[in-house]
């Protein structure tokens, strides 16, 4: 199967720092990937120059064949990669309702504020202000408003980080339920590793800029690396 | 029901307009034209920027309508009004470019220091009058002859009418997804950016429209005062618009022209009863509305849809 995102000799430094140091990915249709890695490995710097918030300095992304470098992020969304973010980034003064109409007017997309209404159980806070809502919630709608456009691939940067542990599960089955019934190619950054046990049908593991693991994730996350360097367990390799 | 509402108050318009005493109208008049500008200011609001150069239009509105006169040898008011809203909607179309790339007070200043470059080219050219303007006197409107003492009527009826449409217009724009992408731009940018739409796109056409209803109103109030001079493009002729926009709020269409016949008689009042002072006046009843409305006084009608 041809893969639909790909990334080939990535490289992205700021300074001396290097966040991105050859990395060469390939996704293919029906993934659902979980990016692991310590703060800094480069998750998020993969999520950004994959949606065009950062050109990479060197290497190729492509998505269907096309090539994503120096194309800006709308550009991108058009193209049918979506994404949200660690921070949700919402509407803050407008409703729930107007936050996924905003999204629809945009989109050109018919009837999709009310269908993700329905989804992610966002009914009886649609009224609400955006502004005024629960963690747990804005994150949904988060999610919710990058999925309005129909897209084909959809990046989810830390979808339950500042969310509450009993909560998290529930916003992650609703959150994987909308994107099955959209069909869409999930790739999403998480520190949690039993979220990414539980939901990633793959894992790909980053370690200062560069991938040290990849593949099934009971695979992955026994590997001894991922251990040491994203989980920060004592293996016996690094007691010796 | 609304068409009904309309008509009737177009009636008590046109009433008021052949029946008012003739100061009056002129006051009213004034405030119109003020209006005007201040709903694109509102529009500008939405989308989260200030202006503080609106004066720029104002007086590419007034000069434009007097110079096709004075340089065109045209004198029908309606032309006039048209050429005004032209000229300074070509003018906002071409600065619109620069300046729909800015925010915050980098857009506020650099719409500032437009205003004040036309007023530095106003006041050097004897060409357009320098510092003493010139005078404009509108002899038809849309080709009928306009009866002795009756031109301040016919130009507050016509601009009623033509404020009435902007307004509805500019209504049905921001009750439209248009107006739901440019609440969402002041909220978020970056977010509109991931959804697909052009943030860039959004402010320069509300920034074109913003130019051409001040060019309305700079042509308005130019055919009823009947004379053009630099002040109109002064700094402080863009800060009254803001003034005007801070005192109404920006919950409604018809909150611009509601506070700016407010202050219009205010100002009126404040330099007859306290001539030395009347600034002050003004900024008495800008600081209580600060502390004691900050949404302006049309957030003392019930909370309700804006638009």
Known sequence: MS????????????????AAADINLAF??????????????????????????????????TFHGRSL????????????????????????????????????????????????????????????????????????????????GKPKLLLLDEPTSGVAAD???????????????????????????????????RVVAFYEGRVIADGEPATVLRAPDVRRYVIGEETAHAAA | MIWSVAAALAAAALALAWTAPQWLVFLLTLAIAKGVVV?????????????????????????GAALLGHWGGVADAALMLIAGTLAAAAIAAVLGLLLARYRAIFFAMLSLAFSMILYGTLVKSSALGSTDGFNLHAKTFAGVALAAGSERRVFF??????????????????????????????????RVDYLGASVYQVVY????????????GGSLAALAVGHVDP???????????????????????????????IFEGLRTLASQYAPIVWQMSLGLAMLAIIMFLPAGLWSLRRPGRAG
């Open chain 2, 231 to 261: 002040d109109v493009t002064y700094w402080t002729t863009s800060g009254e618009f803001v003034f005007i926009a801070v005192l109404g709020g920006t919950g409604n269409v018809a909150a611009p022209f509601l506070s700016a016949i």
């Open chain 1, 167 to 201: 909560e998290k599960f529930g916003i992650m089955d609703l959150v994987m339920d909308a994107s099955r019934t959209a069909g869409v190619v999930v790739l999403f950054v998480e520190h949690d590793m039993d979220i990414v046990a539980r939901y990633a049908n």
């Open chain 1, 69 to 148: 470098v120096g194309l800006t992020p709308r550009a991108i969304t058009r193209l049918g990669i979506s994404r949200s973010f660690q921070i949700p980034q919402l509407f803050q003064s407008l409703t729930v309702r107007d936050n996924l109409r905003v999204a629809e007017d945009i989109a050109g997309a018919v009837r999709q504020a009310d269908a993700m209404l329905e989804r992610f159980a966002l009914g009886p806070y649609a009224d609400h202000t955006a502004g005024l809502l629960p963690e747990g919630i804005r994150k949904l709608l988060d999610v919710a408003m990058a999925l309005v």
């Open chain 1, 28 to 61: 293919d249709a029906n993934a659902v990937v979980g990016l692991i890695g310590a703060n800094g490995a480069g998750k998020t710097t993969f999520l950004n120059i994959v949606t065009g918030y950062l050109q990479p300095d060197r290497g190729r992304v």
């Open chain 2, 39 to 63: 709903l694109g200011l509102l529009l500008l609001m939405r989308t989260g920027l200030v202006s503080f150069g609106q004066g720029l239009y104002f007086g590419l509105g007034a000069y």
């Open chain 2, 205 to 216: 056409v509300n920034y074109v429209i913003a130019g051409a209803l001040a060019g309305l």
């Open chain 2, 157 to 190: 009826a016509a601009g009623i009418l033509a404020v009435a449409i902007a307004a509805w217009l500019l209504y049905r724009l921001l009750d439209s997804h248009w107006g739901r992408i440019s609440a969402a731009i002041r909220d978020n940018e970056l």
């Open chain 1, 3 to 18: 893969a639909i995102l790909s990334a080939e000799g990535l490289h992205k430094s700021f300074g001396a720092v290097t």
